[in-house]
């Protein structure tokens, strides 16, 4: 599938360790920065549409608020039940301090 890189935040916008929720061309993204690097993943939870982007980071894992299932970040695997299906992860660029995301890619 072709490129589809839109800008969705400043990298200035996402403190290392923290998540940040943005709505961008009907999607709802949470944009995690593990250790400098920024992860996009869509926000819902496959479980039962949970907002991930609420949920706790720890290093590559998110786990969701709700019922507390996990996702890898950098592919969107499930870590932990209750979700049974991974979430939709996307290919990441830093250009010009701008966070660009391929909404046309799906990395899993
Ligand atoms: S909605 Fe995310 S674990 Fe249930």
Same mark, same amino acid.
């Given at each position: 599938?072709?490129?589809?890189?839109?800008?969705?935040?400043?990298?200035?916008?996402?403190?290392?360790?923290?998540?940040?929720?943005?709505?961008?061309?009907?999607?709802?993204? %949470?944009?995690?920065? !593990?250790?400098?690097?920024?992860?996009? +993943?869509? /926000?819902?939870?496959?479980?039962? @549409?949970?907002?991930?982007?609420?949920?706790?980071?720890?290093?590559?894992?998110?786990?969701?608020?709700?019922?507390?299932?996990?996702?890898?970040?950098?592919?969107?695997?499930?870590?932990?039940?209750? %979700?049974?299906?991974? !979430?939709?992860?996307?290919?990441?660029? +830093?250009? /010009?301090?701008?966070?660009?995301? @391929?909404?046309?890619?799906?990395?899993?």
């Amino acid at each position: 599938m072709a490129d589809n890189f839109v800008k969705v935040a400043k990298v200035t916008e996402i403190p290392a360790g923290e998540v940040r929720v943005y709505n961008v061309d009907g999607a709802r993204l %949470a944009l995690c920065n !593990v250790g400098g690097q920024i992860f996009a +993943i869509d /926000d819902t939870c496959t479980h039962d @549409d949970g907002p991930l982007g609420s949920g706790f980071l720890d290093g590559h894992a998110i786990e969701c608020p709700r019922h507390g299932a996990q996702f890898d970040v950098r592919t969107g695997r499930v870590l932990k039940m209750p %979700a049974a299906f991974p !979430v939709r992860s996307y290919t990441v660029q +830093i250009k /010009d301090g701008d966070v660009l995301v @391929d909404l046309g890619d799906e990395t899993t």
